[in-house]
């Protein structure tokens, strides 16, 4: 029996987990669709996920920020360093815009209603200049007490820095403190990832339970909303490709073709799709940025790393259309303020969670904290994130290829005479490399 039981489990933990997600996506709605009303008895299932995504945010927070930061010096947050950080930032502050223009135009969520009594927490929206004002903590303990994660991030961000920059000036013994804090960071960090992936996979059960109670209330109407936060979310990444990496980077900045660029960059662009891993995809992409876009070495081996691990276009402005999705499913609209808030929690929240298992799921669950929304969003977009996360990947690496080229021509490292800027490409080596 016990080896029945094992073999079982041996035979269930070798299907994919995006696989049993995707099936417990779509079993949950048949089940809430045939059963009605009554299959709300394990709706406690759904609750106990959420409690587990509550309890993983603040550590994750923390341990990741701290930890990113260990990469910086003073002489890489010079010249280049700055361009690229400023590019970054921005490209991901517009992606979250473009994701909120988009959201407010489809308005996902309309149809549905979550299970449960939810309202927007705090009740008191705050104005713009409390907005920015409450980036800073008063007490940082306090801050983690109350999830206020925008002030967590904030802190987080500035203890790092802070570390970096001692690592660099301060005495032998002193460094000596300095690494054993940033290995503890770091080992809580792959601490956080273990207990990350076993959350999602009780996630498996949780998603079932919370769209079978959702299903059973709402009936088949809901599936029509579920199309519509697809349709919102590709439709902006589109948009953003285009107007943002295609116009105003290429274009612009350039002055190249952003034809050339992107069939440059398409190599990457469909091993990003394919692996939905930004970190997969890097040895395609630093290929291509040699071979194909003509970067020197000296800028992309700085530059594209640096965006696998901050720069986080996609998932950011998934972040703007899943808030509004959530903000809709309660009757409620996000103020401009909070719409700000969105964008600053994305922003910050993007440079320490990309290399996270999940990371999306992860980020949106920082945001809907800080607005006080409903986690139970994150089990309803759960089982449709395959398809949205390999968008997600494509426009974070199309992402990072424009902004190292920009950054390339702004420091004359860059041949816009030659590879693909002339139509040449090189033919590379697509090898699938899942996270």
Known sequence: ???????????????????????????????????????????????????????????????????????????????????????????????????????????????????????????????????????????????????????????AIIFGIGLAFLRETASDEIKKGVDVLFLMTETASEVMFKIVRGVMEFGVFGVFALLATTFGNTGPEALVDFGVLILAFVLGVLIHMALVYGLVLNVVFLKASPLRFFNGAKDALLTAFATRSSAGTLPITMKVAEDNLKIDESVYSFTLPLGATINMDGTAMYQGVAAVFAANLIGESLTLAQQVTIVTTAVLASIGTAGVPGAGLIMLSMVLTQLGLPLGVVAFVAGVDPILDAFRTMNNIAGDLSVTSVVAKWNNKIDLNAGAWVGKTEKTLVKKDKK
């Open 1 to 155: 029996m016990a080896q029945e039981k094992q073999s079982f489990l041996h035979s269930y933990f070798k299907i994919p987990f995006i696989q049993r997600m995707a099936v417990a996506f779509v079993l949950g709605i048949i089940a809430g669709l045939i059963v009605g009303e009554p299959i709300t008895v394990i709706q406690p299932i759904g609750t106990m996920f959420l409690r587990l995504l509550q309890m993983v945010v603040i550590p994750i927070v923390i341990f990741t920020l701290i930890t990113a930061m260990k990469k910086l010096t003073p002489n890489q947050l010079g010249r280049v360093g700055g361009q690229t950080l400023v590019l970054y930032i921005a490209t991901t502050a517009v992606a979250i815009i473009i994701g909120l223009i988009m959201a407010n135009i489809f308005s996902p969520g309309t149809g549905l209603t979550l299970p449960g009594d939810f309202t927007m927490d705090p009740a008191e929206v705050p104005n713009m200049i409390d907005v920015f004002l409450n980036i800073v903590p008063s007490n940082v303990f306090n801050a983690m007490a109350q999830a206020q994660i925008l002030q967590v991030l904030t802190f």
